[in-house]
């Protein structure tokens, strides 16, 4: 490459990449204008097109850094600039396009672009195996990013040729790029001054139309409106609570039962409530049958950190990284371990990923922390586990009681199961991530779920396998065990597949059964959560306090019942009572404000979704209050 032509080369290069990014990125974007006609639609236009020349800025600086010949003049001067300024425009664009293309991918198949939960996992040890991809997933993912830099090494090969060709020597004049500048700046100004508007007041479906632009970030500036004598509507937004972690309320208070519990607890991934059926899991049906059975439960959020985290603690998602930073441990945990249990805890997946050793089971010695180090399939190793769990119930002291958790991994993507598991034929053999896209999605969804049905009657077995052997020993006399999912999985009913991507109820529903010895069995159809889940059994382990000092769940083996439940994620925190389900943003990367929709998850009008909110909010108030109770 030689200097003489680089005056049109980077901006035709660089050009040419803003027209990919639009290519990639364009899906996500709803340009209809949400019944708020061309306004809308010009809005959604302009934030598309600004924000992706926004997307290129580092790779531009980054070239220009790049190639100033000052820097290089003791190594070749502006033919060595020249050199590196390509070279780094090749990368960082490669780099740039490859990130939006997977980004783009992530958001057609899961609802969410690349954020925190996604680096986390990237990032964790056992994250990545926990995406369950197979060495084809793996090769495609490196040809994919081998295909991205090739393919821009010969655009810039390609333009260079053409520019030597047409003779063209000259780059841009500097008033089009000046002109270039201005209407960057205009344009982006426009939106960011739209956004602020539709903020201050509550054009919600105005605001809607940037959630697709990946990353995009509306300024807000409602004191400023207010000094200058508006008067911008009052909303509702849930904030991070930023603090001191103040839980429990009080110490607890424990008088030890004469006859204490053994506890078996057993945790899926992914555990939807319509499998527990006589079809799918009979074993589970038959015990369900026998024991208390909460057919309208819920997680605590949409994945496992959460789901998990909500189950052992009783309160919701937006306490983890209180949970995190302290290393606090789950109080049912400091309850047992107070009171001497033998205690094992099976994981096929990793007690690292999401942070459960550094959080709920912190004070847990590693020795009684049970992974399995070894390239096994889930189904594999909740087999290998389930035999581990009823070993070491075998060879426990009798003479004191034993607390056992199992999280099994079967129903997890890409869904394991053994050949004599199989229920549902046909059924898709391999899911290739890096080259699955929406319309192949919902072509082999019907497969793909049969696989995933395949998987959950494989847990079915294992489920069965723990239930017999308690019984063949006369243990369900003196324990409490409990049956749950971590939280759902989608096949696209609300259109995403898998979960961690909204809260709607085939993401968040799934099954709890729990068997408590001496207790008739019932089966209940009102809201529970898996935040009632501490308050239930530490009554029942010999705490005296009021559940609310650990808890913000209620004892379900009570009278109490509940008005609504309380969902989270990363960035956002959900209600669901009988009437309405509405999402609001916990921080800035919730963003959008709310969003409402019927209680299982029907489409509301505007005019339905404005009164079910205002009428929700004595009970949104209660809700505040509870997810900022543990902090000082």
């Given amino acids: 490459m030689h200097p003489h032509y680089r005056g049109w080369l980077l901006p035709l290069y660089f050009s040419l990449i803003y027209l990919l990014l639009l290519a990639i990125n364009h899906a996500t974007v709803d340009f209809s204008g949400a019944g708020l006609g061309w306004g809308g639609r010009l809005f959604a236009l302009n934030v598309f097109l600004t924000y992706n020349l926004i997307y290129l800025l580092p790779s531009l600086l980054l070239t220009w850094l790049a190639g100033r010949p000052r820097f290089w003049h003791r190594w070749g001067g502006e033919r060595r600039a020249f050199i590196a300024e390509a070279w780094v425009a090749i990368l960082s664009g490669a780099l740039t ?63 260079r040729a053409l520019l030597v060709r047409q003779r063209i020597h000259h780059g841009p004049s500097r008033r089009l790029a000046k002109a270039i500048l201005w209407l960057f700046v205009a344009a982006t100004l426009t939106d960011q001054l739209t956004y602020a508007y539709a903020d201050a007041y509550g054009k919600s479906e105005l605001m809607s139309l940037s959630q697709g632009v990946p990353y995009y970030t509306g300024l807000t500036m409602r004191k400023t409106l207010r000094k200058l004598g508006f008067k911008p509507i009052m909303q509702q937004k849930v904030m991070a609570f930023k603090g ?7 110490p607890l208070q424990v008088t030890p039962p004469q006859k204490p519990y053994n506890i078996v607890w057993l945790v899926s991934e992914s555990w939807r409530a319509d499998t527990l059926n006589p079809e799918i899991m009979p074993q589970s049906w038959e015990f369900a049958g026998q024991s208390q059975n909460y057919k309208l439960h819920y997680s605590a959020g949409n994945g496992t950190r959460i789901g998990v985290f909500g189950m052992m603690t009783g309160v919701p998602g937006n ?15 400091d309850v047992l ?18 942070e459960f050793d550094r959080t709920i089971f912190s004070k847990v010695p590693k020795a009684q922390l049970h992974e399995i180090d070894a390239s096994m399939q889930g189904w594999e190793k909740d087999r290998k586990n389930v035999g581990d769990l009823l070993d ?22 890409r869904y394991y199961f053994p050949p004599e598991s199989v229920i ?23 497969l793909i779920h049969n696989r995933y049905l395949n998987a959950v009657h494989h847990l079915d077995s294992q489920f069965g396998r ?28 609300h259109g995403f597949w898998g979960h961690n991507s909204t809260f709607a109820d085939a993401q968040t529903r799934t099954p709890l059964v729990l068997w408590v010895p001496g207790m008739a069995p019932k089966t209940y159809d009102k809201l529970t959560s898996h935040l009632d889940i501490p308050a239930t059994l530490m009554p029942r382990l010999g705490v005296n306090n009021p559940a609310s000092d650990y808890s913000t769940g209620i004892d379900l083996l009570s009278d109490r019942v509940r008005e609504y439940v309380v969902m989270s994620d990363w960035s956002h925190i959900a209600y669901r009572d009988q009437q309405v389900k509405i999402t609001l943003p916990m921080s800035v990367q919730g963003g959008f404000g709310r969003k409402v929709a019927g209680p299982d998850d029907e489409y509301l009008d505007a005019d339905n979704a404005r009164s079910l909110s205002q009428a ?11 997810i900022g109770r543990f902090v000082k």
């Avoid at 070491?392 to 993507?413: C, L, N, Q, Y």
């Fill in 97 to 159: 396009t490859l990130f939006f293309y997977a980004n783009a991918r992530l958001y057609e198949l899961y609802g969410m672009f690349v954020n925190g939960f996604v680096i986390n996992l990237v990032v964790t040890p056992g994250g990545i195996e926990s995406l369950g991809g197979s060495a084809a997933t793996n090769a495609s993912f490196a040809l994919l990013g081998a295909g991205f830099l090739l393919g821009h090494v010969a655009l810039l090969l390609g333009l």
């Fill in 244 to 250: 001191k972690l103040n839980y429990p309320l009080q």
């Fill in 319 to 333: 306490y983890w990284e209180h949970f995190l930073q302290s290393h606090r441990s789950s109080p049912i945990i």
């Fill in 337 to 354: 371990q107070q009171q001497n249990y033998q205690m094992a805890l099976y994981t096929s997946a990793r007690f690292s990923y999401p």
């Fill in 392 to 413: 070491f119930i075998d060879k426990r002291d009798p003479a004191r009681p034993f607390f056992t958790w199992m999280f099994f991994e079967s129903p997890h993507a």
């Fill in 424 to 446: 549902r034929k046909p059924y898709r053999d391999d899911i290739n991530y890096a080259t699955l896209d929406r319309a192949e999605l919902k072509d082999n969804m019907t």
């Fill in 466 to 493: 723990v239930i017999a052997h308690l019984k063949q020993n006369n243990l369900l006399d003196s324990t409490i065990v409990i049956l749950v999912g971590d939280h759902g999985e989608e096949f696209m009913e």
């Fill in 616 to 626: 929700e909010q004595p009970h949104l108030a209660a809700m505040l209050r509870d």
